[in-house]
């Protein structure tokens, strides 16, 4: 069983900067898939990032809502993902959740939330405007 413990949400101004952590539990093995979504009021469950890993290798794969902005990362020693967020925008504004899947997950399928067996509780980001 996968635990997922988002952190790092919080208030800042637009154009300012955000790390989101997730930090997993009870996660073994090389090949799996981690996420971040977010949830907007109102809105349904949209994909922000994605880190892929295998034996082949990682791939990193981001929303055009959010590419050039956000980075995601891997710490696979601390068991730990990460997105860097920049530039932020109001429209970012959002409960954003920390997803998982022991598999690697494939392109047309990273980004859907029903392909994701394990989530966190979420963290709220806020930018004002």
């Known amino acids: ?17 955000l790390r989101l952590s997730c930090a997993a539990s009870g996660r073994t093995g090389v090949t799996f898939t981690m996420a971040w979504f977010r949830q907007a009021p109102g809105k349904e469950r949209e994909f ?14 981001y929303a ?5 902005r956000f ?7 601390k068991n730990a ?8 925008k ?7 959740y920390c997803a998982a899947d022991l598999a690697y997950l494939t392109e047309g399928t990273y980004d859907r ?5 394990y989530w966190g509780q979420g963290t709220q980001v806020t930018v004002s405007s």
Do not use: H
Request: charged letters at 15%; zero cysteines; aromatic letters at 6%.
């Open 64 to 68: 055009d809502s959010v590419m050039g």
């Open 90 to 96: 109001p429209e970012d504004t959002a409960v954003y």
């Open 81 to 88: 993902m990460y997105l860097q967020m920049n530039s932020l």
């Open 48 to 61: 922000v990032a994605a880190f892929r890993r295998s034996s082949g290798g990682t791939s990193n794969n």
């Open 113 to 117: 939330s029903d392909k994701y067996d």
């Open 1 to 17: 069983q996968v635990q997922l413990v988002e952190s790092g949400g919080g208030l800042v101004q637009a154009g300012g900067s």
């Open 71 to 77: 980075t995601i990362s891997e710490d696979n020693a």
